[in-house]
């Protein structure tokens, strides 16, 4: 008899709940094939439950989710619901007091798939980002100064402590290690211009490099990594960032390998509860429409049963998506796949049988 695992399940706003099907679909086709289960318990957090009864983020609903093996979550964000309430109640709440302190998120290019780097393919578009995921801009600190008059201050603080960038510069150097690929790690910073951010980032990348001869490093500013990310792909195994820099470049990252139909990503807490989920959005002018891809959310799954240590599910996993994409989908964009959101996951759930 497998393992059982307790999984949260968030579908969340859009057409996440459309697309958290599909990853159902497919981790009970791999539970299944390889012998472990899982149960299931829903939650209804997002916008529609905001709208409903003013709650984001009820009491308790914190504790219950720290107690699952992992989390699973759909999409955040409603067009009814002003920018900033949903994100930064839920989505960076849960990051945050779960202390999910890396945003893993693989930049892959699977073969057959188009990219609109014209000479670049599989060999070239294979990195991941490890983005810090509880600091930085992101910690809300800041404030407002005579807000609406003329002599209005707006003020938003990025804050770096060394713990924080040392935890998540330690996961780099060790998920590196652990891919054994390139074996080469890049510190993405600003050191030229935020020099008491990037200062300490630097100085406790180069502490931890010590205790990793084995790796080789590196080190590019935001800019110039944008950059090398279009022109010169190759160049990068794993990426290492503070938060801010870390959102921006992933969306960059999940352009070029093949969008936001397949671009996946794991809030991380390596002595905790970890998050899974596909980077693209709630997606509302799709929602309903049966036509998103729902691939990104099943390879959130994918990396949720790796996180988990069932790698032969996620070998499973990896390479039904590998085969729909590759066979299957005309594109990766909603609406010209060539088939519905359902039909994709029916895909995805029989190659894993099969
Ligand atoms: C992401 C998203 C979030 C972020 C938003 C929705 C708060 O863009 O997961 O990258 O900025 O982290
Ligand atoms: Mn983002």
Redesign the pocket.
Known sequence: MGKNYRIAVIPGDGTGPEVMREALKALDAASQKTGFSTEQVHFDLGGERYLRTGEILPPGVLEDLGKFDAILLGA??HPDVKPGIL??GL??ELRFKLDQYV?LRPVILYPGVETPLNDKGPDDINFVVVRENTEGL?CGAGGFLRRGTPHEVAVQESINTRLGAERCIRFAFDYCRKRNYRKKLTLCGKTNVLTYAFDLWQRAFNDVAKEYPDIQTDYAHVDATCMWMVKNPEWFDVIVTD?MFG?II??LGAMIQGGMGIAA?GNINPQGVSMF?P?G?SAPKYTGLNIINPVAAVAAAQMMLEHLGETSAAVLVENAIKKVVSTDLKSLAAGRMGYSTTEVGDLVAKYIAN
Do not use: S
């Open positions: 955040i964000g994100e930064k989505l960076l945003n992101y938060n959102d992933t969306d990503g989920e980077i959005g």
